[in-house]
């Protein structure tokens, strides 16, 4: 009977959960290790952050849906791992203290750890609020809605929302955010008592951190996808404030670097902004209780997988097979990483230095769709490895689609969404020989109301599949 | 490029809204298929 333990069930951990416990849970003892007792819908903490949905309807508990696929559920925080012996410890197990767990494979599926450290004066606990946890997005709403209430006694307020880092990532949350909050001012009928303003390190409205998304037009031009999300932005009348990277905030202001090395600072009275992430906080110790995270994770804490490292930008994207296909570890292949936990091999937007030496590069999205599928392919290839020692699964981000849907306000009538239809999500020029790198009949972008209805598809099908209900297999991550 | 009067005409009109959710939901149905057996 193999042992396979899972830490972190966001949706790479749950979705490789769900796919080992219902092929080889019978026969295999699958553990599934987290710091919370609840599966977390993370795209609708955007609409939480605005009032526009509550919060036990985002959340549900994981224990009976581990029950149903014979999967053991440990609520707890792991401290440290031991690849030589095979085993992790972890602070808490179910409340009763510390404990380890023996392992044959290992999947690290820990997501993001919000790193607010890495800019003075940031986060939840200092002067900005996030919404990239459930508690944090709650306090974002609690925020959010005293400002509302300034703004309907007559005060006006200026809200800023972007990324808090000059190598942050997620910048689509940040702008469903604001499009979000634009939705809700108006429907309050305070929308004149509000500055908005966009604020990120992307070097240009619609890169996303994937390098902007070029689409066809109808005419057969190749049009920027950014074009369609700033006419948005314009008639939103949401400030841009772009190439920037967040250097400091303090209660009223926000520090920033331009591309170009200038020095300013932006106002505000409310600010979300997403920060940097990391990977794992736990260490790895070799059999000698030596400290081999090095080996194992790079400086930012994310696990190697089977990628090349190491590769200037300009080689990097010429070689779309230096991003990992099966996600195990080059030093301990029983070790597997999925979703934001594994290392990129490098960004996939242009890093840019500015004359003053500061990094400013929007962070590879590996979140939401990109997540669930990497779960399941190491979930896979887990299964793969207990039953015939081979893995059979791959699946690079250079050959992987992603469906993003940016939507402008919750309501099915007067709604709407932009979607992102983006394949790959990592150029491959080795395949599509167009300038962008990727399949120009498939990669689209477009605005409407039926992006609303989309999005709420997704939202009820995902809930769906996540909970483990009938035909979740069939549901596509 | 920016859309058109004409495409933020169609970006609000719910007929055609309704052709395009359907739209929609085939090519990433379509797309989803072609990456997983591609």
Same mark, same amino acid.
């Given at each position: 009977m193999a042992k396979v333990v899972i830490i972190g069930a966001g949706f790479a951990g749950h979705t490789a959960a769900m796919y080992l416990g219902d092929a080889i849970g019978r026969e295999h003892e699958i553990t599934v290790v987290h710091k919370f007792d609840y599966f977390g819908f993370v795209p609708s903490w955007v609409w939480l952050g605005i009032d526009a949905?509550?919060?036990?309807?985002?959340?549900?508990?994981?224990?009976?849906?581990?029950?149903?696929?014979?999967?053991?559920?440990?609520?707890?925080?792991?401290?440290?791992?031991?690849?030589?012996?095979?085993?992790?410890?972890?602070?808490?197990?179910?409340n009763a203290g510390p404990a380890s767990l023996e392992y044959d494979y290992l999947i690290i599926a820990t997501g993001a750890h919000m790193n607010?450290?890495?800019?003075?004066?940031?986060?939840?606990?200092?002067?900005?609020?996030?919404?990239?946890?459930?508690?944090t997005a709650i306090q974002a709403r609690d925020a959010y809605l005293q400002s509302v209430e300034r703004m309907k006694r007559g005060e006006r307020q200026k809200l800023v929302?972007?990324?808090?880092?000059?190598?942050?990532a997620?910048?689509?949350?940040?702008?469903?955010?604001?499009t979000n909050i634009h939705h809700d001012l108006s429907e309050r009928g305070i929308r004149d008592k509000a500055e908005l303003v966009y604020l990120t390190n992307e070097p240009e409205i619609g890169d996303f951190g994937v390098g902007g998304i070029n689409v066809v037009t109808k005419g057969g031009r190749i049009a920027k996808g950014g074009d369609l999300i700033e006419d948005a932005m314009d008639e939103f009348g949401i400030g841009k404030a772009v190439r920037r990277g967040v250097k400091e905030v303090d209660a009223k202001k926000v520090y920033w670097e331009d591309f170009e090395g200038n020095y300013g600072e932006t106002d505000y009275d409310f600010a979300m902004l997403i920060p940097q992430s990391r990977g794992v906080t736990f260490k790895f110790f070799d059999k000698d209780g030596q400290d081999i995270s090095s080996k194992v994770c790079n400086p930012g804490g994310f696990v190697f997988a089977d990628g090349i490292y190491g590769l200037p930008y300009e080689d990097l994207v010429k070689n779309a097979n230096a991003w990992p296909a099966q996600y195990y570890n080059p030093t301990?292949?029983?070790?597997?990483?999925?979703?934001?936990?594994?290392? &990129?091999?490098? /960004?996939?937007?242009?890093?840019?230095?500015?004359?003053? #030496?500061? $990094?400013?590069? &929007?962070?590879? /999205?590996?979140?939401?769709?990109?997540?669930?599928?990497? #779960?399941? $392919?190491?979930?896979?290839?887990?299964?793969?490895?207990?039953r015939t020692g081979r893995m059979t699964h791959r699946e690079r981000m250079s050959e992987m689609l992603a469906v993003c849907i940016a939507s402008n306000g919750k309501s099915l009538w007067n709604g709407s969404a932009i979607v992102m239809i983006i394949y790959p999500i990592v150029p491959d020029h080795s395949r599509y020989d167009n300038k962008e790198g990727r399949d120009m009949f498939v990669t689209k972008v477009e605005r409407g109301i039926s992006g609303a209805w989309l999005k709420q598809m997704v939202e009820t099908t995902f809930m769906h599949k996540f909970r483990g209900r009938i035909g979740w297999q069939f549901i596509p991550e | 490029m920016r859309p058109t009067s004409f495409d933020k005409f169609l970006m609000r009109c719910r007929i055609y809204q309704l052709w395009r959710f359907v739209v929609l939901n085939i090519k990433i149905l379509k797309a989803v298929h072609h990456e997983k057996t591609s």
């Open positions: 949905v509550k919060p036990e309807h985002t959340i549900f508990k994981l224990k009976p849906i581990y029950d149903k696929f014979n999967v053991n559920f440990v609520q707890g925080s792991v401290t440290a791992v031991h690849p030589d012996e095979n085993y992790i410890v972890l602070d808490q197990a179910n607010y450290d890495a800019t003075p004066g940031l986060g939840p606990k200092k002067f900005t609020q996030s919404i990239c946890h459930y508690d929302i972007g990324t808090g880092h000059p190598l942050a997620c910048q689509g949350a940040a702008f469903e955010y604001i301990y292949k029983n070790i597997f990483s999925a979703g934001i936990a594994f290392a &990129p091999p490098g /960004p996939i937007s242009a890093p840019h230095t500015t004359r003053n #030496g500061t $990094v400013i590069t &929007p962070g590879a /999205p590996r979140t939401g769709m990109i997540s669930g599928v990497i #779960g399941r $392919v190491v979930a896979f290839n887990v299964i793969d490895m207990i | -």
